[in-house]
């Protein structure tokens, strides 16, 4: 079918003439999308079955990776890409009269995730099949996913995400492996010979039913699964004792609330929004997930689950799916008969734990009462997991109050979701050596007291696949004409571009291409805002959500003192730029949302002021997400990562920029430390307080913002235009932003790391002039990116925590 073009496109026509009784002269691109869709997955079904067996047959350990959040993107093109069919499609269809961009962007993106934490777990999904390690993804098919942004009138404007509207072609429906969430209710305990059993009642049942997504490997005959639960009703249930079911619109009610737990995903990006729904779907994830893990690990060994932990081992991404600790308890007591003893040992052999953040605001923390109401046999567990390790601790510190209190899994009222996952699971990982650094020393350094053997770091990847290979083909071709093709199976050989570095024939190769990315972007810029811009210019990036520790009012306030600097001097020599941004806020988050507000107030006049010369622009693009991601980052000359240090565990877009070329202008936090060690001094601008600073400032005082502005000419004047409506908005519009600042001491020191901020700005600026060494240090970048492909990451998860091994499919 895609052994060659003329084959593909009998084989298209056919089935698109069969799917949608429609000659191809009058077909649709949606239709052939979809037509491609269902080839793809025919084609692949064969191997999805063959890996399936192989791994209900072999013995080999698996990896569950639990998360709420897997932000997939789109697979068209990467199905092809893995199935090493992508030229020949491209091929055909143009041949065809087709227009294969146009069918690409059919491909609504499956945006089940808000950021980095579900980028992640979906590049490590791809890492795990391109390997063939037997990893599979658990997830929620929530209904709508990321909200899509709208700016309007320069502010953002949330609509649903209703990326289900045209059937998602990847999944399949597998009701016959539903399983059933129970929720409420109350437990009986009855006591048989000496011995305590649990029996729930009155729950409300929840009918969990798996939608599969095949994880299709890189040229290997993997495809794992990514296993999204739906959430129910159960019809015609005997059990059902909760609700008088004959009364229709009560059944409507409970249908309605039911439905509610896969519904949304939460658009908070590092905060927790402490509602019930959100418990609820915590609890529905781990649950269904856990059960038909053990359905079917009960299938294959007749032996009982004392061994589970050989076999299997479950992630926890971040503290979300912690209830992984106190289900898992209690399915191998309740239900296998396990003594506390036997299944906290099963248990903590077999879950494991990704720490992502350290913000205060993220750590989740869920009251007592709701967690009883909704799960009163999970908190009962919980409950003693807490009393039993406080009882440890006290054999340990006797007497030391105030270290067991900071150390309890229940305190003050609440479950600390994140001592629940360290206590139980045998590995606590940070994602970039600074954040697990933090994490030992200071923020967790008391765990670490206890656990020391639990810690341990795993730098973030990103897979090269999509973001160099599918997003930058034809940097991926020159690489490959550089150095051969072996960096594909193998990334970190990309180092053997070290040599090009000083080649000018590369350099202007990378260059054109370069070029090329901006024009394809420029002109996506002008389709969407109207704004013409120079494609010469200097791109400088910031992409990522919108939050007040990521600063993009750092870079707002130095395009604003820049803007101030040609208006005062129209024939300033600096290289033209073009500042772009990308970014969603939290749609209770209002003071990000006056931070999109600002750039887009600023953006209408420096866009719209004939006297600069065009010498700057600023863009805000809407909607950013993972399909505009790709266009953006090729194009990008300047990788904006500009963290207050110590806040950002990790970042991954940093890694996406480096591997496509764009040099980075950041703060020493997260991996901007690794990707810094490895391009060395002079292929990255640093600047700013270090984290160390940071968080002596935070724990010393010292800083006062006013101060910066009584003294600092520039600083002020940019914070007065802020009240004074200089960019034409009323003076009341970013007051808050003014006043967040000066009253509330500038929390993550936008203006003491302004003046080094826009040092280094210049720094770009001389940097940029002198090309030869510019591309000279892109090549650099691009050499050392392959540290960052997340099939590094994968294997360290796979060596050092779970213990898996690839298995081969043929
Ligand atoms: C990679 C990615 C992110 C994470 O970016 P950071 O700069 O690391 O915060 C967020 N959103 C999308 C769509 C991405 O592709």
Redesign the pocket.
Known sequence: MFTNKESFKKAFVETLEKKFSNRLEDTSPINCYKTLGSMICTHVSNNWIKTRKKYQQDEEKQVYYFSMEF?MGRLLETNLLNIGTLEIVQEGLQELGLDYEQIVDQEHDAGLGN??LG?LAACFLDSLASQQFPGHGCGIRYKYGLFEQKIIEGNQVELPDYWLKEDYVWEVRRSNEAVQVRFGGHVDIHENDGKLTFHHKNYEPVLAIPYDVPIVGFNNQTVNSLRLWSAEPVVNDSNIQFANLNNYYKFLDYKRSIESISEFLYPDDSHIEGKKLRLKQQYFLVSAGIQSIIKRYKEKYSTSLNRLHEKISLHINDTHPALIVPELMRILMDDEGFSWEEAWEVTTKTAAYTNHTTLSEALEKWPIEMIQELMPRIFMIIDEINERFCRELWEKYPGEFSRIEELAVIAHGQVRMAHLAIVGSFSVNGVAQLHTDILKSREMKHFYDVFPEKFNNKTNGITHRRWLLKANPNLADRITDAIGNRWIDEPSILTRLTEFASDREFQQQLKHIKYENKRNLANVIYKKTGVKIDEHSIFDVQV??LHAY?RQLLNVFHIMHLYNRLRENPHLDIVPRTFIFGAKAAPSYYFAKKIIKLINTVANVVNNDPTINNKIKVIFLEN???SL?EKIIPAADVSEQISTASKEAS????M?FMMNGALTLGTLDGANVEIHEHVGDDNIFIFGLSSEEVLNLYSYGGYSARQMYNCNERIKTVLDQLLEGFFGHTDVEFKDIYYQILQNNDEYFVLKDFDSYTKAQEHVDLAYRNENSWYEKAIINIAHSGNFSSDRTIREYAEDIWGIHPVKID
């Open positions: 932000l950021g980095g980028r990522k959500r990521k950013y997400n993972v991601a970042g991954t877009g940093n996406k």
